[in-house]
């Protein structure tokens, strides 16, 4: 028995028919994971920053409170150098 080549050519358009939607539903998920992972790592930016904050206040009020007669006047370490 001999094929058309007409069959092989609408078995091809069924297939990449059926494939396309499979493409686009993998590039949104793809989308969807990066956009969440970048959003993840924007949040726990904020609160290493926060943290850091924090600790450096809590630092400095305790070394106050440690020292009653102290007037305020602090030194600290920024990027290796030293402020008065």
Do not use: H, I, N
């Not at 069924?14 to 590039?27: D, K, N, Q, R, S």
């Not at 949040?43 to 106050?64: F, N, R, T, V």
């Not at 030194?75 to 008065?84: D, E, L, P, Q, V």
């Amino acid at each position: 028995m001999r094929r058309r080549d007409g069959t092989k050519g609408s078995a091809a358009l069924v297939c990449l028919t059926a494939l396309l939607p499979l493409v686009v539903a993998g590039g949104t998920m793809l989308a969807v994971v990066v956009r969440g992972r970048t959003a993840l790592e924007t949040e726990l930016a904020k609160k290493s920053a926060a943290d850091a904050a924090s600790s450096g206040a809590q630092d400095a009020l305790a070394k106050l409170q440690a020292t009653p007669t102290s007037r305020g006047a602090t030194t600290s370490t920024s990027a290796g150098r030293r402020r008065a």
